[in-house]
């Protein structure tokens, strides 16, 4: 560490903070997200899980309430899965987009995730992790 230290404050002019800096084999080091698996850069378990899962499950609900066009439609399918009535009411009534509606408490209280499978979706995180830690 202390020759890499030298290098980086002389030649290269940079500051080096010690506390936060360690020198470690590319196995283990995570960074940015991505971790370095012999010649492979994968991304790390915690980009996956904070990122593209949640991203992925707001996409897939604002595809139905965008099938559902108008608001009568709306409020009568979340009335089916189970959304309570002044809930489905205020989220039928709104005009706001598609992928914003997803994300409202209507919309995820009636499409959870056993919904969905139901529907034929499958886990977009199990089938990431088949195909790329398989």
């Known amino acids: 560490m202390a020759w890499v230290s030298r290098f980086l404050t002389r030649e290269l002019k940079l500051v080096v903070n010690e506390a936060k800096s360690?020198?470690?084999k590319?196995?283990?080091?995570h960074f940015?997200?991505?971790?370095f698996r012999g010649k492979k850069i994968r991304w790390s378990d915690q980009v996956l899980d904070r990122y593209i899962a949640p991203a992925i499950s707001a996409f897939l609900?604002?595809?139905a309430v965008k099938q559902w066009r108008r608001p009568?439609?709306?409020?009568?399918?979340l009335i089916k899965l189970g959304t309570r009535t002044l809930t489905a009411v205020s989220?039928?009534?709104?005009?706001k987009d598609p992928y914003r509606l997803a994300r409202a408490l209507a919309t995820q209280s009636g499409m959870t995730n056993k919904?969905?499978?139901q529907q034929g979706l499958v886990s977009v995180r199990e089938l990431w992790i088949k195909f790329h830690y398989a």
């Open 22 to 24: 360690r020198v470690v």
């Open 26 to 29: 590319t196995n283990d080091l």
């Open 32 to 35: 940015l997200g991505f971790t």
């Open 61 to 63: 609900p604002s595809m």
């Open 72 to 77: 009568r439609a709306r409020i009568r399918n």
């Open 91 to 95: 989220l039928g009534l709104s005009s």
């Open 115 to 117: 919904w969905l499978a």
